[in-house]
């Protein structure tokens, strides 16, 4: 079965300054992958996916994440960061064939100091 | 609607109460999924509907969760005899069809306590 590890469970930055949030993941094949957002009091926020192709992926609010498959790694960056991008951040993988079901990690809670 | 909306958007019971929890999913969207998130947790699958079918239900914790969707629209998680532990963020989710190249919406969760 696929799992999902997001190593950091708090991590604050300066605003202004970069950002990189980890996000592990165990599965046999190639997995489709994600990044959400959750902001307070609001729903998740599909931030990017991967699904084939690029390893490189854009998303929305100017991040980024990378696929390496060499390390099971799917890392979500933004150069600069934003107060309002003070949030928790979601790594999900999925696979098809398994129900069409999203596995999550645990989250990473961000806060961007002023 | 523009969105997934849930309803209630918070509800307290007491334990051993049965509840329900609403989801009405974007218009069109065939698959429909139902999470849980615990405080200061990840998010937990529960139940996968593929038009009013549900083929993975492996989530589901116990037998006291149950799910339905009809008309291939609206869907009902109920949760009987609820237990303190059952307390949670209950997030539905839609899509097209399942998530391959189809990005899934998320609503903004049903807040349940269980006293």
């Known amino acids: 079965a696929q799992s999902v590890t997001q190593p950091d469970i708090h991590i604050t930055v300066s605003e202004g300054a970069s950002l990189e949030l980890r996000c592990n993941y165990s599965?046999?094949?190639?997995?489709?992958l994600f990044w959400y957002v959750q902001s307070p009091g609001q729903g998740l926020q599909l931030l990017l996916k991967?699904?084939?192709?690029?390893?490189l992926v854009q998303g929305i609010k100017g991040f980024e994440a990378e696929f390496k498959r060499s390390q099971s790694s799917f890392n979500l960056r933004k150069p600069s960061v934003h107060w309002s991008d003070a949030a928790e951040y979601f790594c999900?993988?999925?696979?098809?064939?398994?129900?069409?079901?999203?596995?999550f990690g645990t989250g990473t809670q961000l806060k961007v100091e002023l | 609607g523009a969105g997934v909306s849930q309803s209630p958007s918070n509800k307290v019971t007491e334990k051993g109460k049965d509840v329900e929890l609403r989801c009405d999913p974007i218009?069109?969207?065939?698959?429909l999924y139902w999470y849980r998130q615990r405080l200061g947790q990840g998010l937990e699958f529960l139940i996968y509907?593929?038009?009013?079918?549900?083929?993975?239900k492996s989530g589901l914790p116990s037998d006291r969760f149950s799910a339905e969707r009809t008309g291939e629209s609206v869907s009902t998680l109920t949760i009987q005899r609820t237990q303190q532990e059952d307390s949670a963020v209950y997030l539905c989710?839609?899509?097209?069809?399942?998530?391959?190249?189809?990005?899934?919406?998320f609503g903004e969760g049903s807040w349940l306590t269980v006293v």
């Open positions: 599965y046999g094949a190639t997995p489709y």
């Open positions: 218009s069109g969207h065939t698959a």
């Open positions: 509907f593929q038009g009013n079918s549900a083929p993975d």
């Open positions: 999900a993988v999925g696979v098809t064939g398994g129900g069409n079901k999203l596995t």
């Open positions: 991967y699904f084939s192709g690029d390893t």
């Open positions: 989710a839609s899509s097209l069809e399942g998530f391959s190249e189809n990005t899934i919406y």
